[in-house]
């Protein structure tokens, strides 16, 4: 398993990692399969693989930083989430791919995209057969960019969008988040 050393747990926890996609979601580490999620609700949380095995991850941080290995990849899997008052499942945003596409991101580069309107904003979307919302905002000169709503508690540590560092543009694919949902 990769260890974290405590400068990035901080940075994580205190809200400024400005490159979740590189850690978070499923990676292969040194030839097995690492899941990390950051889920400060959550004291316990299990991965549920997509054939149904449980991998409980061990949490290598009090502030709700989470990790799990497997020699094999856990597919497209989702997580059982749990506290003191309540479980809840949810599909990890991380592992998700991005809904902007190379072409759309070359046309916008290039400034000849006629249909900003269809990346940027928030649209009720299904990714991957999953139902969600995908958010894309331009922010050349931001550090980190998140999605907060009552989804999250409004908590701008667990939705930090992707960077498309050519771009400017950041965007997030969020399972579960329905239509009309609050957001900033």
Known sequence: MTELDAGIIDT????????PFALFGQHEVNGKYQITT???????????????Q???MRRIDER???QVQASQSAGRY????????????????YSMPSA???LDRHLFSEGTHQQLYTILGSHPTQLMGVDGVHFAVWAPNAKRVSVVGHFNQWDG???VMRKHP????????????????LYK
């Open 12 to 19: 994580i926890a205190n809200g400024q990692f400005s490159e």
């Open 38 to 52: 950051f889920q400060p609700a959550a004291t316990d949380v299990v991965v549920v693989t997509e054939n149904a």
């Open 54 to 56: 449980r991998l409980a």
């Open 64 to 66: 709700g930083l989470f």
């Open 78 to 93: 989702r997580l059982e989430l749990a506290n003191a008052k309540s479980k809840w499942d949810a599909i990890d945003p």
């Open 100 to 102: 902007i596409g190379e």
């Open 157 to 159: 540590r667990t939705h």
């Open 166 to 181: 050519s771009t400017g543009l950041w965007d997030m694919f969020i399972p579960g988040v329905g239509q009309n949902t």
